[in-house]
Nanobody, 124 residues
Framework: QEQLVQSGGGLVQAGGSLRLSCTYS????????MGWFRQAPGKAREFVAA????????YYGDSVKGRFTISRDNAKSTVYLQMNGLTPEDTAVYYC?????????????????WGQGTQVTVSS
């Protein structure tokens, strides 16, 4: 049974940094495309970043390009989201997600497995 457990997040001042972690348990982590999404109050869930099961460089939403970095450590079955240059507009609940052999990565509907979510709040 697949399970995603998130850690990290919290309150940070504008311009600061945070790192989110998401640890997978279940089948072989290497086979899963991993994504990060976020949802602010009253808004739709937004694609943030993803890294495919085959590895390689990450894919990013336009609003976070150049500031956020996604990485994965297959030995630890963990995906990370390093967030730098945070702004109040980044305030949201962040979710990690997994899709076995996923080829598409920006649509949350493509991901069957989700973490519990973690709050990120950026103060001005």
């Amino acid at each position: 049974q697949e399970q995603l457990v998130q850690s990290g997040g919290g309150l940070v001042q504008a311009g600061g940094s945070l790192r989110l972690s998401c640890t997978y348990s279940g089948r072989t982590f290497d086979y899963y495309t991993m994504g990060w999404f976020r949802q602010a109050p009253g808004k739709a869930r937004e694609f943030v970043a993803a890294v495919k099961y085959s590895g390689g460089s990450g894919y990013y939403g336009d609003s976070v390009k150049g500031r956020f970095t996604i990485s994965r450590d297959n030995a630890k079955s963990t995906v990370y989201l390093q967030m730098n240059g945070l702004t109040p507009e980044d305030t949201a609940v962040y979710y990690c997600a997994a899709d076995r052999y996923g080829l598409a990565y920006t649509d949350p509907r493509d991901y069957p497995y989700w973490g519990q979510g973690t709050q990120v709040t950026v103060s001005s």
